[in-house]
């Protein structure tokens, strides 16, 4: 029954929108598991339905860590007339927040940097191996993260988040997985983003170069400058093609003229 919930979570972005973000895809993963919770009680399934349509939102691969805690909350409220539905509401609230902060921290801000930075290093190179690459090294903690999760939130329910919480191990992973991801990013900008200068001027005999002398200021400092423009752009909000336009522009133009 839980792998059947695991299968369906990856489809919870099937019907994102911007009324109840991923509560059509959330009841959806869990209604196989709720038909059996509630066979008998065909009024409850309907409130376990409703409860779970409500608006949810949060990075996915922790989201069956969520949903294995709200199945074993849904067999509780199955067991026992005087359990407090509004409870299994209240939990998915309240794990949305740090859940999602760690799984953009992760997710998004290191694993994906990370495997697309080995990805494009590869694919630079001119190996077909780059998207391979990128696509295993990203899904595979991903993968991970999702099947364990729902097992363990199933089996340990919210106490367990309750204890990283309390002795601090929650912030200091978040943390670091930023710190992480900063890293990375840093890295990919001197390894990846090549530009230089020709451009020499002649002062009475001796011949300044201009990548010389950004050199010795800092290395790398022109793919930094760059970057930091593109990000500026970002943002206040300018559109990404526009952005893209005028890299093509200035790099043309820069090179025609000597200055790139």
Known sequence: DLMTVFWRSFAIMGSMNYERMQ?????????????????????????????????????????PFIMGITLAMEEQNADNDEFDASAISTIKVALMGP???IGDAFFWGVFRVVSAGIGVSFAL????????FFLILYNTPNILCRYFGLFLGYREGSSLLEKWTASGLLD?????????????????????????????????????????????????????????????ALKKNVKTGMIMLAI??????GSAIGLL
């Not at 840093?186 to 050199?215: H, K, R, W, Y």
Request: with cysteine.
């Open 23 to 63: 509560g059509l895809g959330y009841a959806w993963s869990l209604f196989p598991c709720l038909k059996k919770i509630y066979k008998d009680n065909k009024t409850k399934l309907c409130d376990a339905l409703s409860r779970h349509m409500a608006a949810f939102n949060c990075a996915t691969a922790p989201i």
């Open 99 to 101: 859940l999602a902060g």
């Open 125 to 132: 190179s001119g190996s077909p191996l780059g998207a391979l």
């Open 172 to 232: 200091r992973v978040t943390n670091s997985a930023g710190i992480l991801g900063v890293m990375v990013i840093g890295s990919m900008i001197a390894t990846m983003v090549n530009i230089t200068t020709p451009m020499e001027l002649n002062l009475q005999g001796a011949v300044v170069n201009f990548q010389s002398v950004c050199d010795q200021i800092m290395p790398k400092l022109l793919p930094l400058v760059a970057t930091g423009a593109i990000y500026g």
């Open 248 to 253: 093509l522009a200035i790099g043309f133009v």
